[in-house]
């Protein structure tokens, strides 16, 4: 697969992007609408592994990452976007299912709402916790853990 | 037994909506009113590896649904990671996958050191993965043990954790620790390695090529043991695929990638291994894939021992790293497969966000696709045959 | 004298019975096998295995929390693990006792500052021993038993001297 | 004495001797795993650790006495004790010498038969009552087996019956004084072992136990004293079919070649208490060794297998018998 195999495919799916290379590898940045029209795209154009899905909070917003890997010449592309504060994750479980938990964990740790989810029920805690790795939800301080 | 293997290409069948199951009656028996009922496995039962909670749904003895629940171990090691030094991460992913924490601390090492474009010295590689690989069959005899029980055969599991004892004691003399390590750094290993641990590590190997023997024999020479894995928890090349499996449970289905040698790292480049694939997919190509990677593991350590390099074993790194702002992600092949970090980095003192790409927690996705349509002795094998740990699986 | 030190629970012949089942009690410590994190391999599976080999001292595995007399806690509680931590010290029968291993059972260890951890498990349930280390070491959970013997044994010889 | 007081004092030393072997076999059960799994065992708890059951017994006894609130109390009651019960009765007509039985009847086989399949029903009654899913998975298993396992184990028995041409087992031992029946009765043998083993929920056929599967299986919500009848039963049951086994395979209290030795004979009991032993040995090695049979599987391999297989063997030692041997 030539390395800039992906550019033909979102290109052909119509799907508005930017590209650039970074350290970290290719990545592409899109709009969060366009994710599943985009990710549909590449499944079907042979990135067969949804290597990892994660959710970081940029300060402004949620930025979502998604690490994609064809096995024909081991090309990996990183697939970002940004979705604000509670806002919506769209579900990619059907065009790949091992999205199925990373993101019921991204949208409870990170506090948003699943859609198009088969069962966007919290995943690693209880009802009720706050989103916890937004970076406004501060760890227990020193004296918290040191007199309770 | 047939319909539970999975006809999956891209489209998505109706298998897959999770939780399909969990419906009270099964349709077309309305008349009948017979219950499915709903079994609560786990969080304490001793065939879940922990404290891993599954939910079956069962007709009679067989399994029409499962749904894992995790979360019980959920102790915010990405979050913590935000707050502690760069040196001190260490201390955490070691917690996170438990039976094989050298691994986690070399995936966080190399995403630093790619990031802040440390120069790391050849005998530290050689040292990572000589400790790798002895941290691996520490892994993967654990795994082989309670796999064993999870049939019902008990002596394997001793036999094992004589092995593991052995090798404990090596890793100790290494390191300094059993189990928590904190020995990779970035930069390097904490410390070198110490005299006569060469001379430890092949009367070791010795012992070890027959006992390990001895367990294949006890379990996979077992006629009842190969009835209970055979042909059960069947995971097809494109499900394999489609659930971003890894490790041996993605080299048992087909898929051949193992990121030692695809995406070289530490000392692997230099060494002669093999990856062994099947084709099968069901637990007993997960045992045979898992038992030939112990022997390439001896076979890699033979190597590593004798081929042990002179040189400094760590880098100069300052007390205080702080690399510069970026991305970066780096993979090693941990006992149960990929084991990424991905390094958010805003050129503090600190990560700013660290993501652990842990194998276990994608093969657990698998589970209901693996058991539906099986019997709950298999979901248990089955389960025991994925290779979970709770520790990076909820993180 | 008063009655009361003659007969009833503060004689002395239903010390010393007591005291006889203590003996009993003290050396068939049943523990549950349930291993939360790290500590389960250390202070359940390597601590039973050859080397170190519970057995010796009369201390089993039972799967179930009716049958067993100690619960070790071995690894982090959480505020989902809280409630089925609750629960299955709540099956065991009476007399029972909790080992709390490892610094995250004790006081929430290398996590204690995550919200979500709670900072020791002597929050949910009574402790008996507290093991330190992170893990311990199977010597160590050794030591916890023998130090479980000798409290189960000076419960009696408390109550012979208070009287 | 009166026969009645005979007879009482005969129970009471059958109830001493299950207890005193329960607590034996316990203790031997985890010297035994011990030694198989490259440990110990028991040795802190008096001389070798030959008190550890003592304690272990002591200490249950102590127990809180637990009974789940969704429970059906009369059935949780009365469980262990019909899993206890039976066990006992089988004891009944094992012959431990020439002239050595509780009860010497004329269908004593039949009788110890009749109250090993009694079993079963308690174990079912305890994972009803218990309200509990696994306890009632654990107990429908153990249902399934029994009625697999019945058919088998009663044609296996019927071999040496036939040779001995008597269900007493005192006579089914005296006829073999000059030959054991496991040579000509191998193939009998063999489906005894299997049968038995399955019939009584041993490993590697507990599958109403089944640790990794169902925890404890039927027995999940029994603590206490309760719990230790039903361990007991367990390991009663365990010295029953290694008794039986002796009795219908191996010459019972016969030593070869030794058959009319006065010595041999009056150590007849010890005799077969050793061989007993020797039988229970080989069930523990089974036990610490092999994995456990799928459910599914073990019912296939009775019906498909051991069924036919034992049935024309009774076939054709039958006919081999009448047309061949008795003339």
């Not at chain 2, 090529?209 to 020479?221: H, Q, R, S, V």
């Not at chain 2, 003192?349 to 790409?357: A, E, G």
Request: aromatic share 10%; glycine share 8%.
């Amino acid at each position: 697969m030539p390395a800039s195999a992906h550019e033909t495919l979102l290109r052909d799916a119509a799907v508005v992007h930017t590209s650039e290379t970074e350290l970290l590898g290719t990545v592409v940045r899109l709009d969060c609408v366009n994710v599943r029209p985009a990710l549909g795209a590449l499944a079907a154009g042979g990135f067969d592994q949804l290597v990892d899905m994660f959710a970081t909070d940029t300060g402004e917003a949620i930025e979502l990452t998604y690490h994609l890997r064809a096995f024909s010449g081991f090309e990996t592309l990183f697939v970002k976007c940004t979705v604000e504060y509670d806002g919506e994750l769209v579900s990619v479980w059907d065009i790949y299912p091992a999205a199925l938990f990373p993101e019921r964990e991204a949208a409870e740790l990170l506090g948003m709402s699943l859609t198009g989810h088969p069962n966007p029920k919290r995943l690693l805690t209880v009802e009720g916790t706050e989103p916890l790795l937004r970076k406004s939800v501060a760890i227990r301080g020193a004296q918290e853990v040191q007199f309770s | 037994m047939s319909d539970v293997r999975l006809d999956v290409s891209r489209q998505p069948g109706p298998r897959w909506v999770l939780p399909k199951g969990l419906r009270r009656v099964p349709e077309g028996l309305d008349e009948l009113a017979t219950e499915h009922l709903i079994l609560n496995m786990g969080p304490q039962h001793p065939s879940t590896h922990g404290v891993l909670h599954v939910l079956l749904e069962l007709d009679g003895e067989e399994v029409q649904a499962a749904e894992a629940s995790v979360g019980y171990l959920h102790r915010g090691i990405e979050k913590l990671a935000e707050s502690r030094k760069y040196h001190q991460v260490g201390t955490l992913l070691d917690r996170a996958d438990y039976l094989a924490g050298l691994h986690t601390e070399t995936a966080f090492a190399l995403a630093v050191e790619r990031l802040a474009g440390i120069e790391v010295p050849r005998k530290a590689d050689w040292i990572r993965s000589l400790t790798m690989e002895l941290c691996r069959l520490a892994s993967h005899v654990v795994w082989a043990g309670t796999f064993g029980m999870d049939a019902g055969a008990m002596a394997p599991f001793l036999y094992i954790m004589r092995d593991r004892e052995a090798l404990l004691d090596i890793l100790e003399a290494i390191t300094g620790g059993r189990m928590m390590f904190n020995y990779v750094r970035p930069g390097g290993v904490f410390a070198d390695l110490p005299a006569g641990v060469d001379t430890k590590i092949r009367a070791f190997l010795d012992v070890f090529d027959t006992y390990l023997e001895e367990t294949d024999a006890l379990l996979g020479g077992n006629e009842i043991f190969q009835a209970r894995i055979k042909n059960v928890g069947v995971i097809s090349r494109d499900t394999a695929m489609a659930f971003g499996l890894a490790g041996g449970t993605m080299r048992a289905s087909g898929i051949d990638f193992d990121v030692r040698r695809d995406m070289p790292y530490a000392a692997y480049t230099e060494l002669d291994f093999d990856v062994p694939v099947a084709s099968g997919g069901d637990c007993w190509d997960r045992y045979v894939v898992r038992m030939e990677e112990m022997r390439q593991s001896v076979r890699m350590i033979r190597q590593l021992v004798d081929g042990m390099p002179e040189g400094d074993f760590t880098a100069k790194v300052p007390k205080v790293l702080r690399p510069p702002a970026g991305e970066m992600y780096a993979a090693v092949e941990s006992p149960r497969g990929e084991l990424g970090i991905h390094l958010v980095s805003d050129g503090g003192p600190t990560p700013y966000r660290m993501r652990l790409r842990s194998p276990a927690y994608y093969n657990l996705a698998i589970t209901d696709e693996a058991i539906a349509g099986s019997l709950i002795a298999d979901a248990v094998v089955i389960i025991g045959s994925l290779d979970i740990v709770l520790g990076e699986i909820d993180r | 004298m008063a009655l009361d030190k003659l007969t009833g629970e503060n004689s002395m012949v239903f010390i010393r019975a007591e005291q006889l089942l203590d003996l009993a009690r003290k050396n068939s410590l049943f523990y549950l096998s349930f291993g939360i994190a790290c500590c389960a391999i250390e202070g359940l599976m390597s601590a039973g295995g050859p080397r170190f080999d519970y057995d010796r001292f009369g201390i089993f595995h039972r799967g179930s929390p009716r049958q067993c007399d100690v619960m070790i806690v071995a690894g982090t509680v959480n505020k989902k693990m809280a409630p089925v931590v609750k629960r299955l010290y709540d099956q065991m029968p009476e007399p029972k006792w909790v080992i709390a291993m490892g610094a995250c059972a004790c006081t929430g260890g290398p996590f204690r500052e995550y919200p979500n951890v709670i900072m020791g498990v002597d929050q949910v349930i009574p402790v008996d021993i507290f093991v330190p280390g992170c893990p311990p070491r199977p010597e160590s959970m050794q030591y916890a038993f023998m130090q479980l013997q000798d409290k189960i044994a000076a419960r009696t010889q408390e109550r012979i001297d208070a009287r | 004495m009166n026969a009645a007081g005979a007879v009482a004092i005969r129970i009471l030393a059958m109830l001493l001797l299950l207890l005193v072997n329960g607590v034996v076999l316990i203790y031997m059960l985890r010297k035994v795993l011990g030694r198989l799994h490259i440990r110990i065992g028991p040795n802190r708890v008096g001389p070798f650790g030959l008190l550890q059951t003592t304690a272990d017994v002591v200490k249950l006894l102590t127990k809180e006495d637990l009974m789940p609130e969704s429970a059906d109390k009369w059935l949780f009651w009365i469980a262990p004790f019909v899993v206890f019960v039976p066990s006992f009765l089988a004891y009944l007509p094992l012959a431990f010498g020439p002239d050595l039985a509780v009860t010497r009847l004329d269908t004593g086989l039949l009788f110890l038969l009749a109250a090993l399949s009694l079993i079963p029903l308690g174990v079912v009654m305890a994972g009803w009552a218990s309200n509990s899913k696994w306890s009632l998975v654990g107990g429908m298993r153990a249902a399934g087996q029994q009625i697999a396992y019945e058919v088998p184990l009663m044609l296996a028995v019927l071999g040496p019956v036939m040779m001995a041409g008597s269900m007493d087992l005192s006579r089914i031992i005296e006829a073999q004084k000059n030959l054991w029946f496991v040579f000509p009765q191998f193939i009998a043998f063999i489906i005894y072992i299997i049968a038995a083993q399955a019939d009584t929920q041993q490993t590697p056929f507990d599958m109403s136990e089944a640790e990794s599967e169902l925890i404890t299986g039927f027995a999940n919500e029994y603590g206490g004293m309760r719990f230790g009848f039903l361990f007991l039963a367990e390991f009663s049951n365990m010295f029953i079919v290694s008794a039986l086994g002796v009795s219908l395979f191996f010459g019972g209290w016969y030593v070869p070649f030794l058959t009319e030795n006065p010595v041999a004979l009056s150590l007849a009991p010890l005799i077969f208490m050793i061989k007993t032993y020797m039988g229970i040995f080989v069930m523990m090695w089974a036990r610490g060794s092999l994995p456990r049979i799928r459910v599914d599987q073990l019912l296939a391999f009775s019906w498909k297998a051991l069924i036919p297989i034992s049935l024309s063997w009774v076939v054709i030692w039958a006919c081999f018998q009448r047309l061949v041997l008795v003339r």
